[in-house]
């Protein structure tokens, strides 16, 4: 089972980017989904949530309006589109598999995690 995360890159602040994440080896139409991020020297954050049908979404305060979390269970995918960056969203962001049908912003509720893809936000 894996979930791999692409579409990072570097971008002048105020720019935009759309972050991927596939599955493979199961589904997880079933399952909430989540972005996290770890920035240098700092702990991980939950970034977005999605429950299992995408019909609940949530999202860290500071980029409410900014990001939007999406999901295509057809196709064992999870998005994060990102616009308006800021410097102080540079991280390694990651996608997560929730245990529960909701996603919860505690990471202890999520059993399977990609590998993380570098977002550079230039100012």
């Known amino acids: 089972v894996q979930l791999q995360a692409y579409g990072g890159g570097l971008v002048q602040a105020g720019g935009s980017l759309r972050l991927s994440c596939v599955a493979s080896?199961?589904?997880?139409?079933?399952?909430?989904m989540g972005w996290f991020r770890q920035a240098p020297g700092k702990e991980r954050e939950f970034v977005a949530g999605?429950?299992?049908?995408?019909?609940?979404?949530h999202y860290l305060n500071s980029v409410k309006g900014r990001f939007t979390i999406s999901r295509d269970n057809a196709k064992n995918m999870l998005f994060l589109e990102m616009n308006s960056l800021n410097p102080e969203d540079t991280a390694v962001y990651y996608c997560a598999a929730s245990s529960r049908a909701w996603a919860s912003a505690s990471r202890n509720e999520y059993f399977y995690w990609g590998q993380g893809t570098q977002v550079t936000v230039s100012s």
């Open positions: 999605i429950s299992w049908r995408g019909g609940s979404t």
């Open positions: 080896g199961r589904t997880f139409s079933n399952n909430g």
